[in-house]
Structure formats: structure tokens, C-alpha cells
């Protein structure tokens, strides 16, 4: 689909099925959620990064790569040091190097919430002091400090459902009853009264479905179309779909071969609730936002 000039225009006030939430605070920046999905784009400083094999894992190499999504509409930027899939084991001194010095570079380069992709509260401690405001913690609060050390920073966090643990293959989820949007709604729930409890800001936390993460794709899938449900918790529910396998399963696609079938889910998810997406294409899922915008505000 051809990109016009919509992609890098400001974003519609209106969108439907508003998420419960009004209001999302990442340190020093505050969004109305209820009337824009913000965009986050994908920065992945790891060299087995599934989706773009190590292209950026230099540091020159991902600024560069910061400074296009930037200039493509990212509302927020979020940097890994390691992939959520299987592999060679990086060390807490491996992942540090990795991140810590790109969100200090982030932070001084570019006037957005910077977002640390890390499970590990060390990590994340050291990237808060760093510039980020932004906890995105696919393991559900697995490091039991990570909430502790949000709550000090004054950070947000990601409450992200995942059945297992990070890097640990699941090939044959299963879920009380087969009901997976119910094991997930109720995890979700109690991960943010946890992250409230410890003293992490009530608008500061954000919920994600997990897709893919120890899911099968017809689980994925059933998530992504409950995402107005889940949208009803009472925080800002990101949707975390980009060249997943969930969508590449459904028509046999290659990870290179995903981008409609990105952008048609960042559609569905927002159409349904969902106030922040977290894409590779930032252009082209700006572009979807602002449609749906337009079109639902005639």
C-alpha cells in the first residue's frame, strides 16, 4: 500500500472503543489515551534479533535507526539487549553494555519516552538512571525487584503475560478449561494491583496479552480479538504483534513476508481498545491509526 502523507500527520482526537484509562504518565510525558494509540517503535541491539538478524546491534547503526523512527512518527522508542526466544546465554555484564549505553544515547538525542526491554531489575535500575521512564518486562514481574526498582525510579512498567519464562520454548500451551483470554485477564488484573501495591503510579502501568508467548496462534489470535476485554482493566493495553509467528503461521509467511499482516493487526487491535502498538514499521502503523481514526470520525 502506497504511504501519503498521512503517516507522518498528526493523529486523529478520536478513535473507537477508548481504553479505560485516561491517562498514561512516563516520567515527564503524559498522553490522553483515550483519544490517541501511540506508537512504539522496535529497537533491537542484539545480534540474533529475529527479525532483523543483528543490523543494528552496532551502536551507530541503531541511533540511525532511532533517528528514522523518530522522524516516522514514533511517540516512543524501546531498546533490547536480549531476544524474548531461545539462545546462546547473554550475561547480566553482556546485556548492561548492550543497553544501558544506547539509552543514555536515546535519551540525550531524541525528546520521547525512552522504553528498557529487559526482565532483569538490575538492568532496568541502571537504565532508569540512564534516561529511560519505561519498564517493558515481558516476564511478568519474574525479577522479584523489578517493581521495587520502577516504583523508586518513578518509572512505568509493561505487565506482559507469558506462561513460562523468557527464552524458554513452549511449544504446547495450555490453559485451565482452554480458556486463554480468562488465565490471561486474570493475570493481568493482578499483575497491575501488584505493580500499584509496590508503589509503581497507577496511570504509569501498562498491560500486554503476550501474544506468542507461550501461545499457540489460535490462542494468539483469540487474545488479539478479546483485546477490547482486556482493554476494560483499567490501564492502557499494548499490543506487541509486529512479524510475530502467529501472524506468519496463519498463510506460511517468512518473517520478511509479515508487514500487511502487521499492520492489519495494529487495525484490529486498535479498532478494539488497544492505546499503544509496538511495530518494526512505524510509518505504515501510523498511517493505519490515523485511517481508522479518520474513517470512525466522519
Known amino acids: 500500500m502506497r504511504q501519503s502523507g498521512i503517516a507522518s500527520g498528526p493523529i486523529s482526537d478520536e478513535l473507537v472503543a477508548p481504553a479505560a484509562a485516561a491517562e498514561l504518565v512516563l516520567g515527564r510525558y503524559r498522553f490522553d489515551v483515550t483519544k490517541r494509540a501511540l506508537v512504539m517503535g522496535i529497537l533491537n541491539r542484539t545480534p540474533d534479533s529475529f527479525f532483523d538478524h543483528g543490523a543494528y546491534f552496532a551502536l551507530d547503526d541503531l541511533l540511525r535507526r532511532a533517528e528514522g523512527l523518530v522522524a516516522a512518527g514514533a511517540d516512543l522508542l524501546d531498546v533490547g539487549g536480549v531476544k524474548a526466544g531461545s539462545g546462546p546465554v547473554v550475561t547480566l555484564d553482556e546485556e548492561l553494555e548492550r543497553v544501558v549505553p544506547t539509552v543514555e544515547a536515546l535519551a540525550q538525542r531524541f525528546d520521547v519516552p525512552i522504553s528498557v526491554d529487559t526482565w532483569n531489575a538490575t538492568v532496568a535500575e541502571a ?118 509467528d502467529f501472524l506468519g503461521r496463519m498463510f506460511d509467511l517468512p518473517v520478511t513476508e509479515r508487514n500487511e499482516a502487521s499492520l492489519a493487526a495494529v487495525a484490529l487491535g486498535v479498532s478494539l481498545g488497544c492505546r499503544i502498538v509496538r511495530v518494526h514499521d512505524v510509518a505504515g502503523s501510523r498511517a493505519v491509526c490515523a485511517t481508522i481514526a479518520a474513517i470512525l470520525d466522519q
Do not use: C
Not at 506482559?160 to 485477564?185: C, F, Q
Open 127 to 244: 537504565s532508569y538512571a540512564a534516561g529511560a521512564v519505561l519498564g517493558n518486562d515481558i516476564s511478568g514481574f519474574g525479577d522479584p525487584r523489578y517493581l521495587a526498582v520502577a516504583a523508586a525510579a518513578g518509572a512505568g512498567v509493561v505487565a506482559t503475560h507469558i506462561r513460562l519464562k523468557p527464552r524458554v520454548d513452549d511449544p504446547n500451551p495450555t490453559y485451565p478449561h482452554d480458556d486463554v483470554v480468562g488465565a490471561v485477564e486474570d493475570f493481568l488484573a493482578r499483575a497491575l494491583d501488584q505493580a500499584v501495591a509496590t508503589g509503581v503510579r497507577r496511570a504509569s502501568v501498562i498491560l500486554d496479552a503476550g501474544l506468542d508467548l507461550g501461545k499457540t496462534t489460535p490462542q494468539s489470535l483469540e487474545l488479539l480479538r478479546a483485546s477490547d476485554r482486556l482493554a476494560r482493566l483499567g490501564a492502557p493495553l499494548l499490543l506487541s504483534a509486529s512479524n510475530k
